[in-house]
């Protein structure tokens, strides 16, 4: 096996469970969130559980680990059990991207007082991966989901902008949701402005904490 694919191996190695808690609680998070408020439909479903099987979408999966850009199967919501189904749906919402800063800076404060005097430098080295490697991807998700492209979370505040004077602009949005995320990620400088803003939300972050 030659040094590029035990390298892409490792990565993977380290990749898939990160990926995997992060979006669990992601997933997770919504699901509270929106059960707190009103709506049982994700619990139904049973979405409201840390299990990454309930959550992992496979091709995210395989989009983070080569191009470092993944998702989860969004938690489902209807938000006509909201008592403000506009204002609810957008605070449910932002619960994933917040939990996600939240993991990230977790973190980030146990890369800076764990004892490293205690533990061996292997496993030291091991820990700051993983750790080191949860704050990015946490970073990664709440960024990327912050998009206004359904079904991602930032689209709902589109939604709720938009859903009573031109609901016929949201059914457009939603039915080429995917075709419009792709193409957005496909334009010139996209990766580039995404990778840029996680970025400087990672310095910003490390700022606040080292």
């Not at 408020?37 to 840390?50: N, Q, V």
């Not at 938009?162 to 080429?176: A, E, H």
């Amino acid at each position: 096996m030659n040094g590029s694919w035990t390298h892409f191996l490792a990565q993977a190695a380290i990749l898939v469970p990160v990926f995997a808690i992060s979006v669990s609680f992601h997933e997770f998070c919504h699901a509270v969130v929106a059960f707190w408020l009103g709506d049982s439909t994700a619990k139904r479903a049973g979405r409201m559980t840390l299990n990454p099987l309930a959550h992992v979408d496979p091709l995210g999966l395989l989009f983070l680990v080569i191009f470092r850009i993944g998702w989860a199967t969004p938690v489902p919501m209807n938000q006509n059990n909201f008592k403000y189904p506009r204002i609810y749906s957008v605070i449910a919402a932002l619960a994933g991207p917040l939990s996600n800063l939240f993991l990230a800076i977790t973190s980030f404060l146990i890369i800076k007082f764990f004892p490293i005097a205690v533990f061996s430098t292997a496993i030291t080295l091991t820990v700051f991966q993983f750790f080191k490697a949860l704050a990015s991807v946490n970073i990664m998700l709440g960024v990327f989901n912050l998009l206004p492209i359904p079904p991602l979370d930032g689209s709902h505040l589109i939604v709720a902008l938009l859903s009573k004077r031109f609901p016929q602009v949201v059914i457009w949005l939603y039915r080429y949701s995917l075709l419009l995320l792709l193409a957005f990620l496909m334009l010139p400088h996209t990766q580039a402005f995404l990778f840029f803003i996680m970025n400087w939300t990672e310095t910003y972050l490390k700022s606040l904490i080292f």
